[in-house]
C-alpha cells in the first residue's frame, strides 16, 4: 500500500447530518419568518462552515453582518443540543472504517464543521476511529486553507502526497490539491461527480468500500 494515511471530511462523506443541520436553521428562520429550505437545497448550502450557512439562508434584504452573527448564534445553540438527532454513518462507512483499522492506515477527520460539534459528532458516532478529529476553530482556518491537513501530515511525519483526502464537496478537493495530497470525492454526500471532478478530484467513488480498491493501486 503506497499511502500512509487517510484525511477524512465530514458532513456528508462520512455521516449524512443534513436533516440536523436544516432542521436547526430552519427554526431558527421561522423565528424571524423567513423562508425555510428543504434538505435538499441544504445539501448545495453546506460545505464551507455554519456561520457562511447562515450568510446563505438570510433573506438579502435584510443581510447585515450582525444579523448574521445573530441567526448563526441562534443556530449553534438549536443544533449543539440536536446534532446528533437525525445524523447517522452513512451505509458501509462503520464497515469501511474497522477494516482500514486492520491496516497501518493512519485516520483522521477534518472539517469545516465547529470544532466541539466535529467531535462530539465523532466521538459519539465514530469512536476510537481516528487520531485527530479537527474542525473548525478559526474562520482563517476553515477549507480549502490546507493549513490543518498539513498539520495532519507534519503529526504523522509522512509526505502530503502519501496521503489521501476525502470530501464529498469542491471545497474539499480544493483542500486536497492545495495540500498537495490526492483527492477522493464522493458521490453518496451532498454534490454531484461533475462539481468533483472538476475541482480537482484525482479519484471518484461511488461507494465507502471502494476506497479499498483507491488504496490498492
Keep these: 500500500m503506497k499511502f500512509k494515511a487517510v484525511i477524512f471530511d465530514l458532513d456528508g462523506t462520512l455521516v449524512d447530518s443534513v436533516a440536523d443541520i436544516a432542521d436547526a436553521m430552519n427554526q431558527v428562520l421561522e423565528r424571524y419568518d423567513y423562508p425555510t429550505f428543504t434538505y435538499e437545497e441544504y445539501k448545495i448550502f453546506i460545505g464551507h462552515g455554519l456561520k457562511n450557512l ?48 486492520e491496516t497501518d492506515l493512519n485516520l483522521s477527520i477534518f472539517s469545516n464543521k465547529a470544532d466541539a460539534l466535529t467531535k462530539e459528532i465523532a466521538m459519539t458516532l465514530l469512536p476510537d476511529c481516528f487520531d485527530f478529529v479537527l474542525g473548525l476553530t478559526d474562520e482563517t482556518l476553515k477549507k480549502p486553507n490546507p493549513f490543518k491537513a498539513l498539520e495532519i501530515a507534519k503529526a504523522y511525519n509522512c509526505e502530503t502526497t502519501d496521503i489521501l483526502f476525502v470530501g464529498d464537496t469542491n471545497v474539499d478537493m480544493q483542500t486536497a490539491n492545495n495540500a498537495n495530497m490526492h483527492g477522493v470525492g464522493v458521490t453518496w454526500g451532498f454534490r454531484t461527480k461533475t462539481e468533483l471532478e472538476a475541482n480537482g478530484a484525482r479519484y471518484v467513488i461511488d461507494s465507502p468500500l471502494e476506497l479499498l480498491d483507491v488504496l490498492s493501486v
Design 54 to 101: 447562515a450568510e446563505k439562508v438570510i433573506p438579502a434584504p435584510d443581510k447585515t453582518e450582525q444579523l448574521v452573527d445573530e441567526v448563526f448564534k441562534g443556530m449553534l445553540e438549536v443544533y449543539k443540543a440536536n446534532c446528533v438527532v437525525k445524523t447517522k454513518p452513512y451505509p458501509d462507512i462503520l464497515s469501511l472504517l474497522n477494516q482500514l483499522a
